[in-house]
């Protein structure tokens, strides 16, 4: 199985999970892993399995993420896999009011990443998942690359 794992991040956060998710995989799968930028929505037809990561920023996918989204063609994603994840604050660990409220009335990254791999064509291998971080930039909640890694080659067996 050729699985692809495309990430976009700031900090470095995003980035230590699409890694780690790639290793998971990595036990049953040839991997690739690629920035947002360095994308090609064309191929990834070649995939079995394409994963897309993006930090959530204001209870949405980063604009470069969004833009890759917005370029697949359609039935770009037919007979492909897909599954999407963000990193996202801790609701609990940053205790903000406003943060929490909103983030419930408004969400995070990886409901409408997944959601648009599927409108391009891709069956969801698993839900949509979310990675913890305690701060705005980080750090990640301890476990959580162990986590990641974790699914990553749950989705792989
Ligand atoms: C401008 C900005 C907006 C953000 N908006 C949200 C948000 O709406 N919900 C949330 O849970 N986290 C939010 N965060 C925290 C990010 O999710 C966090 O920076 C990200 O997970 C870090 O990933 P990265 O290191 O890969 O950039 C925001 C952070 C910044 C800087």
Same mark, same amino acid.
């Given at each position: 199985?050729k699985a692809l794992?495309?990430?976009?991040s700031?900090?470095?956060?995003t980035?230590?999970i $699409?890694?780690?998710? /790639?290793?998971?995989?990595? #036990?049953?799968?040839? @991997?690739? *892993?690629?920035?947002v930028a360095d994308a090609?929505?064309?191929?990834?037809?070649a995939?079995?399995?394409?994963v897309?990561?993006?930090?959530?920023r204001?209870?949405?996918?980063?604009e470069?993420t969004k $833009?890759?989204l917005? /370029?697949?063609?359609?039935g #770009?994603?037919q007979g @492909?896999k *897909?599954?999407a994840?963000?990193?996202?604050?801790?609701v609990?660990?940053?205790n903000n009011?406003?943060l929490t409220?909103?983030?419930?009335?408004?969400?995070?990254a990886?409901e409408?990443?997944?959601k $648009?791999?599927?409108? /391009?064509g891709?069956?969801?291998a698993?839900?949509?998942?979310?990675?913890?971080?305690?701060?705005s930039?980080?750090?990640?909640?301890?476990?959580?690359?162990?986590?990641?890694?974790?699914?990553?080659e749950?989705?792989?067996?």
């Amino acid at each position: 199985m050729k699985a692809l794992v495309v990430f976009e991040s700031y900090f470095g956060n995003t980035e230590k999970i $699409a890694r780690a998710v /790639a290793e998971g995989l990595a #036990a049953h799968c040839e @991997v690739t *892993v690629l920035r947002v930028a360095d994308a090609r929505p064309e191929r990834f037809k070649a995939f079995d399995l394409v994963v897309v990561g993006s930090p959530t920023r204001a209870f949405r996918p980063t604009e470069g993420t969004k $833009a890759l989204l917005k /370029a697949l063609p359609a039935g #770009a994603l037919q007979g @492909v896999k *897909v599954v999407a994840f963000d990193t996202r604050m801790d609701v609990k660990a940053v205790n903000n009011l406003i943060l929490t409220v909103f983030s419930g009335l408004f969400g995070y990254a990886a409901e409408p990443i997944g959601k $648009a791999l599927a409108r /391009a064509g891709g069956t969801q291998a698993d839900l949509p998942q979310g990675f913890m971080v305690l701060a705005s930039e980080g750090p990640l909640r301890d476990g959580e690359l162990d986590r990641a890694a974790a699914w990553g080659e749950k989705l792989a067996a």
